[in-house]
Nanobody
Framework: QVQLVESGGGSVQAGGSLRLSCAASGSIFGINYMGWYRQAPGKQRELVAAIPSGGSRNYADSVKGRFTISRDNINTVYLQMNSLKPEDTAVYYC?????????WGQGTQVTVSS
């Protein structure tokens, strides 16, 4: 089992920045994918950014050039969010994959006011 703890959400004005962190614990050996998703009220959960092991980072078109995903060599993935817009308001979820199983964090709220 993998446990995920997210932090860094909050409220910010448009144009501001936030940095999300997600720390994995438990059976972290073999994690081969780490990503961030978000879900706005009334909408489906969508991929924001992902960083597969040995692969290229990928981003949703709506965040390209503004968000950056990174990870350390152990167990933490980050999402640096710059130039935030009101439409970025959502609950952000960390997701990791390990040996075919997917794990989700509890979610952290990001609210961007105009």
């Amino acid at each position: 089992q993998v446990q995920l703890v997210e932090s860094g959400g909050g409220s910010v004005q448009a144009g501001g920045s936030l940095r999300l962190s997600c720390a994995a614990s438990g059976s972290i050996f073999g994690i081969n994918y780490m990503g961030w998703y978000r879900q706005a009220p009334g909408k489906q959960r969508e991929l924001v950014a992902a960083i597969p092991s040995g692969g290229s980072r990928n981003y949703a078109d709506s965040v390209k050039g503004r968000f950056t995903i990174s990870r350390d060599n152990i167990n933490t993935v980050y999402l640096q969010m710059n130039s935030l817009k009101p439409e970025d308001t959502a609950v952000y979820y960390c997701n990791v994959k390990r040996f075919g199983s997917a794990y989700w964090g509890q979610g952290t709220q990001v609210t961007v006011s105009s």
